[in-house]
């Protein structure tokens, strides 16, 4: 084309060029920055989570052994105190918001299933301190991140969460479920004092 080519000096749609050239840039801040603020909150609820699974072990280990059905069962009590907090975390399920009370009342929902099988537990140290003996709990958690765009950014397709085989498989499957989903893998833990108190069961097996 000529430099006097009409088409050359049409200045039409420059303007909506413009705008998407610094829209689309902005837009991805934005959206990044509310993913960061979800996850930001995510690490705060994992942090709880650890501190009640952390709680309950100082109670549940130190415990009378015969009180439960072996090894399995104490672990399992901690990790229910554990997934009450990261119920509401589960990635929405269309027309499904997860929440605390819909996990209570159906055990077997999606959220909890998802939480349950994203959720790992670990003890990674027990030490003797200058009050006794404390423990470290380790929660690990497959986050899923769902803004549009930003996950891509700031998370993961890979989970990379060292659990249980079982529960990796049924994490798998569940996954599935929430197609374009990224995820991220959060950890927190939470160190407190063993209690060597003694506890005294009544005659319906309740402490006291």
């Known amino acids: 084309m000529r430099e006097g080519d009409p088409l050359v000096r049409d200045q039409q749609g420059v303007a909506f060029l413009e705008f998407l050239v610094a ?13 960061l603020c979800m996850i ?21 280990l130190p415990d009378d052994p015969s009180k439960y059905q072996g090894p399995e069962d104490m672990l399992e009590d901690i990790r229910r105190a554990a997934l009450a907090p990261l119920t509401p975390l589960a990635p929405s399920w269309p027309g499904i918001r997860p929440t605390v009370r819909r996990a209570i009342d159906s055990a077997s929902s999606l959220s909890t299933l998802y ?19 404390e423990i470290t709990v380790r929660v690990s958690y497959a986050y899923a991140c769902q803004v549009p765009i930003a996950r891509r950014i700031l998370c993961s397709g890979s989970l990379g969460l060292s659990a249980r085989r079982a529960r990796g ?11 374009g989903n990224q995820f991220l893998l ?6 407190l004092l063993l209690h060597a108190a003694a506890y005294e069961y009544g005659p319906a097996g309740e402490r006291s």
């Open 23 to 35: 829209f689309i840039p902005i837009w991805v801040f934005f959206l990044s920055l509310v993913q």
């Open 40 to 60: 930001s909150t995510a690490r705060l609820i994992v942090k709880h989570a650890a501190d009640s699974a952390a709680r309950a072990a100082v109670v549940v």
């Open 115 to 133: 939480s349950d099988a994203a959720l790992s537990l670990s003890f990674p140290a027990v030490s003797e301190g200058a009050a006794g003996t």
């Open 169 to 179: 498989k049924e994490l798998g499957s569940l996954v599935k479920r929430f197609p």
């Open 186 to 191: 959060l950890r927190q833990e939470t160190t």
